[in-house]
């Protein structure tokens, strides 16, 4: 009876989607880059390659497969325990793999469908999940607000989130394939945009999800389907890029299976550690703008939506997962925070380290690995536990139970003066013995630095060597463009929201960035020149140059007549591509003059400009469009810490032709009619005061 109703329930969800208003659908007309090997199918093929990736859901009942049927029967996977480096072998010796450029060459997948929206599907009859297959065609996220989360023993009133689940859903897909995600946006007074973090998106500059840069903000009650290639592999997040709403809930992991730079037996679904706030990011933020800045504070730490809040109540509330002694297990870290940077270590463990970002990197072995704000580091740990200290230091431990620490770094997390959370929020057991909390201290803790930084910078090595070529962009001299970070004060009757308000804002150069969420850049293309507001950088260069962007948070180069100079770091993201790390320097450019490193630098689309120091990066000007670049400490985001690269207008012009941006004008068509009403507003009787923060 229970599995009758179970699918009964299941069948009514179904339905109410199916039948959901599909008033604006597009066919999603867009010119996605074709792969380069355009490999016949066989006539006969009798076994094309479709199998569970090695790196795939814990979940024993996962039906999730790569498909490359369209390689034909050639084709085997080739990944085994003894070799993840190999991903596809194909005929007279092709293959994909750890050395192939991703950039330029990948399988030919499929389009990524519906995956178990809904648990209660899992034991129905196969008639079931046929229907969900045929009714769905591609993910489908629904964005709820006024949720209550306990996710750490206190509750958090104002959750906004993905399908009712923090962290949202784990959206798969194999290296090659094209993801479609419908979302749908239930918010009462916001609109929304989804981010995919780290996507690269050639091609695809509509899909990627930053509104009043890339689109318009999804009105309530609206939906927009994103579609982009995975041409890149391996472990990344989306969230929303309307203002402050990650903080709030709107996150979750983004996996493309693919090769791996080491050998592992095992895979662990993704861990996302995050700080956490029991009050909506929305009540806080306006602390960060005021005349004497005082920041807001965080209140926890959270593991994969697990944590256990001082004097909360939630004992044993930690996230926790099992080993089998002398096997290897892939980790997928995440940092989803709003102002955190982690140090991520096992007790007794040692941690290898294979990718940073996107970028395999040849493997590295350390006891522990620093996330900085939206970086990602997949590493393998071998399930041989080590004493750390005492007289059997370098021994195997007999113990079977050991913490998983996120230890907030010095200078880079917020939470209040000697209120910091407790670190230890996962748990690792070994084999069926009692469950019970570990008493493993941390390892060689005396000589850690706890120091905000990012992992050492000649340890995160390109497995496919890059060698960057001179600046093109030397017209500030041969290190490129110049930005200053700083915090801004307003000119008088120049201040934001309204004109005179005195709130500061960060600012990524001359001027903070502000936003209006009806005019997107996007739109816009055709201009000569953009109001300074939108901060637009032209970055019109032949395709394959190198465009250099030297950025500093050195208060003398930042310095000008209403800027404020307070000390910080901040982890810097640039979409739409990888970047070259040419440089990271902790002390200023008069003490430690420019010396890039030109052959095979670190490469990743998150770095930290470290407090008082620079960074110079470089990207290669292949991906034409308008692509954001700001500081993910959501706060500073906010406050306008970002700038919009305009990367060979013409051709993103031409590129971006009237049927691509045609579902783009309707969603805006929709927010302007939404906007309009000002019953719609959170407060409708202040309509002068919608937006009070950058948009992004």
């Given at each position: 009876?229970?599995?009758?109703?179970?699918?009964?329930?299941?069948?009514?969800?179904?339905?109410?989607?199916?039948?959901?208003?599909?008033?604006?659908?597009?066919?999603?007309?867009?010119?996605?880059?074709?792969?380069?090997?355009?490999?016949?199918?066989?006539?006969?093929?009798?076994?094309?390659?479709?199998?569970?990736?090695?790196?795939?859901?814990?979940?024993?009942?996962?039906?999730?497969?790569?498909?490359?049927?369209?390689?034909?029967?050639?084709?085997?996977?080739?990944?085994?325990?003894?070799?993840?480096?190999?991903?596809?072998?194909?005929?007279?010796?092709?293959?994909?793999?750890?050395?192939?450029?991703?950039?330029?060459?990948?399988?030919?997948?499929?389009?990524?469908?519906?995956?178990?929206?809904?648990?209660?599907?899992?034991?129905?009859?196969?008639?079931?999940?046929?229907?969900?297959?045929?009714?769905?065609?591609?993910?489908?996220?629904?964005?709820?607000?006024?949720?209550?989360?306990?996710?750490?023993?206190?509750?958090?009133?104002?959750?906004?989130?993905?399908?009712?689940?923090?962290?949202?859903?784990?959206?798969?897909?194999?290296?090659?394939?094209?993801?479609?995600?419908?979302?749908?946006?239930?918010?009462?007074?916001?609109?929304?945009?989804?981010?995919?973090?780290?996507?690269?998106?050639?091609?695809?500059?509509?899909?990627?999800?930053?509104?009043?840069?890339?689109?318009?903000?999804?009105?309530?009650?609206?939906?927009?389907?994103?579609?982009?290639?995975?041409?890149?592999?391996?472990?990344?997040?989306?969230?929303?890029?309307?203002?402050?709403?990650?903080?709030?809930?709107?996150?979750?992991?983004?996996?493309?299976?693919?090769?791996?730079?080491?050998?592992?037996?095992?895979?662990?679904?993704?861990?996302?550690?995050?700080?956490?706030?029991?009050?909506?990011?929305?009540?806080?933020?306006?602390?960060?703008?005021?005349?004497?800045?005082?920041?807001?504070?965080?209140?926890?730490?959270?593991?994969?939506?697990?944590?256990?809040?001082?004097?909360?109540?939630?004992?044993?509330?930690?996230?926790?997962?099992?080993?089998?002694?002398?096997?290897?297990?892939?980790?997928?870290?995440?940092?989803?925070?709003?102002?955190?940077?982690?140090?991520?270590?096992?007790?007794?463990?040692?941690?290898?380290?294979?990718?940073?970002?996107?970028?395999?990197?040849?493997?590295y072995t350390t006891d522990h690995v620093v996330?900085?704000?939206?970086?990602?580091?997949?590493?393998?740990?071998?399930?041989?536990?080590?004493?750390?200290?005492?007289?059997?230091?370098?021994?195997?431990?007999?113990?079977?139970?050991?913490?998983?620490?996120?230890?907030?770094?010095?200078?880079?997390?917020?939470?209040?003066?000697?209120?910091?959370?407790?670190?230890?929020?996962?748990?690792?057991?070994?084999?069926?013995?009692?469950?019970?909390?570990?008493?493993?201290?941390?390892?060689?803790?005396?000589?850690?630095?706890?120091?905000?930084?990012?992992?050492?910078?000649?340890?995160?090595?390109?497995?496919?060597?890059?060698?960057?070529?001179?600046?093109?962009?030397?017209?500030?001299?041969?290190?490129?463009?110049?930005?200053?970070?700083?915090?801004?004060?307003?000119?008088?009757?120049?201040?934001?929201?309204?004109?005179?308000?005195?709130?500061?804002?960060?600012?990524?150069?001359?001027?903070?960035?502000?936003?209006?969420?009806?005019?997107?850049?996007?739109?816009?293309?055709?201009?000569?020149?953009?109001?300074?507001?939108?901060?637009?950088?032209?970055?019109?260069?032949?395709?394959?140059?190198?465009?250099?962007?030297?950025?500093t948070a050195d208060p003398f180069a930042a310095?000008?007549?209403?800027?404020?100079?307070?000390?910080?770091?901040?982890?810097?993201?640039?979409?739409?591509?990888?970047?070259?790390?040419?440089?990271?320097?902790?002390?200023?450019?008069?003490?430690?003059?420019?010396?890039?490193?030109?052959?095979?630098?670190?490469?990743?689309?998150?770095?930290?400009?470290?407090?008082?120091?620079?960074?110079?990066?470089?990207?290669?000007?292949?991906?034409?469009?308008?692509?954001?670049?700001?500081?993910?400490?959501?706060?500073?985001?906010?406050?306008?810490?970002?700038?919009?690269?305009?990367?060979?207008?013409?051709?993103?012009?031409?590129?971006?032709?009237?049927?691509?941006?045609?579902?783009?004008?309707?969603?805006?068509?929709?927010?302007?009619?939404?906007?309009?009403?000002?019953?719609?507003?959170?407060?409708?009787?202040?309509?002068?005061?919608?937006?009070?923060?950058?948009?992004?």
């Amino acid at each position: 009876m229970k599995l009758l109703q179970d699918c009964w329930i299941a069948l009514l969800e179904l339905f109410n989607l199916a039948t959901f208003s599909t008033t604006g659908r597009s066919s999603l007309q867009q010119a996605l880059q074709q792969p380069y090997h355009q490999l016949p199918l066989p006539e006969h093929a009798s076994q094309p390659p479709i199998f569970n990736p090695p790196s795939g859901p814990e979940d024993p009942e996962s039906t999730f497969k790569c498909d490359y049927s369209a390689l034909g029967s050639q084709w085997v996977p080739c990944s085994t325990p003894g070799d993840r480096k190999c991903w596809l072998a194909g005929p007279a010796g092709k293959r994909f793999d750890i050395n192939s450029d991703y950039e330029t060459i990948y399988p030919t997948g499929i389009t990524r469908k519906v995956h178990k929206i809904f648990p209660s599907i899992n034991h129905c009859v196969d008639l079931a999940k046929d229907l969900i297959d045929m009714i769905f065609s591609q993910y489908h996220l629904i964005v709820n607000e006024n949720t209550t989360l306990d996710a750490d023993g206190l509750v958090m009133p104002y959750a906004k989130l993905f399908n009712n689940t923090y962290p949202g859903p784990w959206i798969q897909a194999c290296w090659g394939d094209i993801i479609e995600v419908t979302v749908e946006n239930q918010l009462d007074f916001n609109g929304t945009s989804i981010h995919w973090h780290g996507i690269r998106q050639l091609e695809s500059l509509e899909m990627d999800g930053v509104n009043a840069v890339t689109q318009c903000p999804i009105a309530p009650k609206d939906k927009f389907t994103y579609r982009f290639r995975a041409m890149q592999y391996g472990t990344s997040w989306y969230h929303s890029h309307y203002s402050l709403q990650y903080g709030d809930g709107l996150a979750g992991p983004l996996t493309i299976h693919g090769p791996s730079a080491t050998e592992y037996d095992y895979a662990r679904d993704p861990i996302l550690m995050t700080d956490w706030n029991h009050r909506s990011g929305f009540m806080d933020f306006q602390q960060e703008l005021l005349p004497q800045p005082n920041p807001p504070l965080m209140d926890s730490i959270l593991l994969n939506g697990q944590g256990s809040y001082a004097g909360g109540g939630k004992t044993g509330h930690q996230w926790t997962t099992v080993f089998k002694k002398g096997k290897r297990y892939l980790l997928r870290l995440i940092n989803t925070s709003v102002d955190t940077t982690f140090i991520f270590s096992i007790d007794n463990h040692n941690i290898t380290v294979v990718s940073s970002d996107f970028v395999p990197i040849h493997p590295y072995t350390t006891d522990h690995v620093v996330v900085g704000i939206g970086q990602r580091y997949h590493v393998v740990v071998t399930a041989i536990p080590k004493e750390t200290t005492g007289p059997n230091k370098g021994v195997n431990s007999t113990a079977n139970d050991f913490w998983v620490r996120t230890i907030p770094a010095t200078g880079c997390s917020g939470f209040p003066a000697g209120g910091s959370p407790d670190e230890r929020q996962g748990i690792i057991h070994y084999g069926n013995q009692p469950r019970i909390l570990p008493t493993s201290q941390r390892n060689n803790y005396t000589s850690w630095s706890l120091a905000c930084r990012d992992e050492p910078y000649d340890k995160l090595v390109p497995i496919i060597p890059w060698t960057i070529g001179s600046a093109s962009n030397t017209h500030e001299g041969q290190f490129g463009d110049l930005f200053g970070v700083g915090l801004q004060r307003p000119d008088p009757g120049q201040g934001k929201p309204q004109p005179n308000d005195s709130f500061n804002h960060w600012a990524l150069g001359a001027n903070p960035l502000y936003l209006n969420f009806s005019n997107p850049t996007i739109l816009n293309l055709n201009n000569k020149t953009f109001n300074p507001d939108y901060v637009v950088i032209p970055e019109d260069y032949p395709e394959g140059s190198w465009v250099y962007l030297l950025i500093t948070a050195d208060p003398f180069a930042a310095s000008g007549p209403r800027r404020l100079d307070i000390p910080a770091s901040h982890p810097i993201h640039l979409h739409g591509h990888d970047f070259a790390l040419l440089q990271q320097s902790t002390r200023n450019l008069t003490v430690n003059p420019p010396k890039p490193k030109l052959d095979n630098p670190p490469r990743r689309d998150v770095t930290l400009l470290p407090s008082g120091g620079y960074i110079i990066i470089a990207f290669k000007a292949d991906n034409p469009g308008v692509w954001l670049m700001h500081c993910h400490i959501a706060w500073h985001a906010s406050s306008g810490l970002a700038l919009q690269i305009l990367e060979r207008q013409e051709k993103a012009q031409q590129q971006l032709t009237p049927a691509r941006l045609k579902e783009t004008r309707r969603v805006c068509d929709n927010w302007n009619t939404w906007f309009a009403n000002p019953k719609n507003h959170y407060n409708p009787s202040d309509v002068k005061v919608f937006q009070d923060d950058s948009g992004i």
